[in-house]
């Protein structure tokens, strides 16, 4: 059995001194005192821990005392035999005092604590919303501006309950539209685009459960009302005509030309790129950012002559309809102030509307429902969703020409016979 070293008395570390290299003086219990060449003494602790061999730093000597040093030997045991690491452990404690000066610095500065709702916030912005169209992207700052950072901003975002974010919600569902109406859809929302800033923290590091989630069916439902539509053929016909002695830009013109015979979203349809358009092909293709698929938009031969009519105005940028020669797309409202200048106002149709108006005189005409749908880039379910782009391509292609026929058979004022599917 080997030989136990005495523990170390008060004076031994005092009148060590230093030699050619260096050595320990031992107390027991891994604990030890390394006495380097330069006479510099340190404490310093060897333990095991899951078969490895590890060390602890204690301090030097005399700043750490011979009892001191044993302290923390004791506590540190008191861990081992408690299952923990206590390697580990200092290294998160001063990972939190790290952390913790670093708060209070940015605070003093004027910054917002790194796990605040604020930077939090701020961080998910630039890093998932910022990318995305100028609209989507306005609103949700000023939702976070107006409406979320004045109450929760400083709070931790772990530490932040549903019922506060409840509160900022219901605040927002409170205000009235011009039509003196609650503006609960935009109250729910904001409660979606929370569930993905929560998910973001959580994937993150910074919080462990998304509370948005907890407040489904907590808000006032929104009831979900059509966008104002046309499904008269003959008010369709005059809009048509209208629309043909529209004095604007002829940018916006070739847009109010095009929109009902693509029947596409609008923000969509605003943001329409040359790179993404094959004339050859007669097809648009493009990525749907609100059911994350990839579309594809079967040209008409009009279609087609209107586009080939704009590209020298615009076909040197990057958007189809735009202004400063493509650099910029046109604004989202340009369509609906052009509808109301010619004397359609959002009671009569709006630009969202003609999606509507395609849909339901299609399907009066006997046009496949689904074929339909998948026109309209409506959601599919599922893995099966991902893979249906294509799906009755060349139905779809027929479709869509029989509609510019239609519609351009409404703007002559000729008598219409229904087009029916083949």
């Known amino acids: 059995m080997p030989k136990l070293a005495p523990p170390l008395t008060d004076t031994q570390p005092r009148n060590a001194k230093p030699k050619e290299?260096?050595?320990?003086?031992?107390?027991?219990?891994?604990?030890?005192?390394?006495?380097?060449?330069?006479?510099?003494?340190?404490?310093?602790?060897?333990?095991?821990?899951?078969?490895?061999?590890?060390?602890?730093?204690?301090?030097?000597?005399?700043?750490?005392?011979?009892?001191?040093?044993?302290?923390?030997?004791?506590?540190?045991?008191?861990?081992?035999?408690?299952?923990?690491?206590?390697?580990?452990?200092?290294?998160?404690?001063?990972?939190?005092?790290?952390s913790q000066i670093e708060a209070n610095m940015r605070i003093a500065s004027g910054l917002p604590a790194l796990d605040s709702f604020e930077a939090i916030a701020w961080e998910w912005f630039e890093t998932k919303i910022a990318s995305l169209s100028e609209s989507h992207s306005s609103r949700t700052k000023a939702y976070l501006i107006n409406d979320l950072i004045p109450y929760l901003g400083p709070l931790n975002i772990a530490d932040i309950k549903a019922p506060a974010?409840?509160?900022?919600?219901?605040?927002?569902?409170?205000?009235?539209?011009?039509?003196?109406?609650?503006?609960?859809?935009?109250?729910?929302?904001?409660?979606?685009?929370?569930?993905?800033?929560?998910?973001?923290?959580?994937?993150?590091?910074?919080?462990?459960?998304?509370?948005?989630?907890?407040?489904?069916?907590?808000?006032?439902?929104?009831?979900?009302?059509?966008?104002?539509h046309i499904t008269d053929p003959k008010i369709l016909g005059q809009l048509m005509r209208d629309i043909e002695a529209y004095q604007g830009t002829p940018v916006v013109k070739v847009a109010m030309r095009v929109l009902p015979l693509v029947f596409t979203r609008p923000s969509e349809f605003r943001m329409a790129k040359w790179e993404d358009i094959d004339f050859d092909a007669k097809e648009w293709r493009y990525h749907v950012a609100k059911t994350d698929v990839d579309h594809i938009v079967p040209l008409s031969s009009q279609v087609i002559e209107q586009l080939k009519a704009l590209r020298p105005l615009t076909g040197d940028g990057e958007y189809v309809f735009s202004v400063r020669g493509g650099q910029r797309s046109m604004s989202e409202n340009t369509i609906n102030q052009a509808l109301k200048g010619i004397g359609y106002t959002s009671d009569i149709i709006q630009p969202h509307g003609f999606r509507h108006t395609a849909a339901t005189m299609l399907a009066e005409m006997g046009w496949d429902?689904?074929?339909?749908?998948?026109?309209?880039?409506?959601?599919?379910?599922?893995?099966?969703?991902?893979?249906?782009?294509?799906?009755?391509?060349?139905?779809?292609?027929?479709?869509?020409?029989?509609?510019?026929?239609?519609?351009?058979?409404?703007?002559?004022?000729?008598?219409?016979?229904?087009?029916?599917?083949?």
Request: aromatic residues 8%.
């Open 21 to 98: 290299k260096p050595y320990k003086l031992p107390d027991g219990g891994g604990l030890y005192l390394l006495v380097n060449a330069d006479g510099a003494k340190y404490w310093r602790m060897d333990y095991r821990f899951n078969a490895k061999r590890q060390t602890l730093s204690f301090g030097k000597y005399p700043e750490v005392t011979l009892a001191g040093a044993r302290a923390k030997r004791a506590e540190a045991r008191k861990d081992l035999g408690e299952g923990r690491d206590p390697g580990l452990l200092r290294k998160a404690q001063r990972e939190v005092k790290r």
């Open 165 to 228: 974010l409840l509160e900022c919600l219901r605040r927002i569902g409170a205000r009235k539209n011009k039509q003196g109406k609650n503006i609960t859809e935009t109250a729910n929302r904001v409660r979606e685009q929370m569930g993905q800033l929560w998910r973001y923290a959580i994937a993150t590091g910074r919080a462990e459960r998304d509370i948005a989630a907890d407040l489904r069916g907590a808000l006032e439902a929104h009831v979900a009302k059509n966008f104002s």
């Open 369 to 422: 429902e689904n074929m339909i749908d998948r026109q309209l880039s409506h959601k599919v379910q599922g893995v099966k969703g991902v893979y249906q782009k294509a799906k009755y391509l060349e139905e779809r292609r027929n479709m869509m020409q029989a509609w510019a026929d239609y519609v351009d058979g409404l703007k002559a004022g000729a008598t219409i016979i229904p087009i029916r599917a083949a």
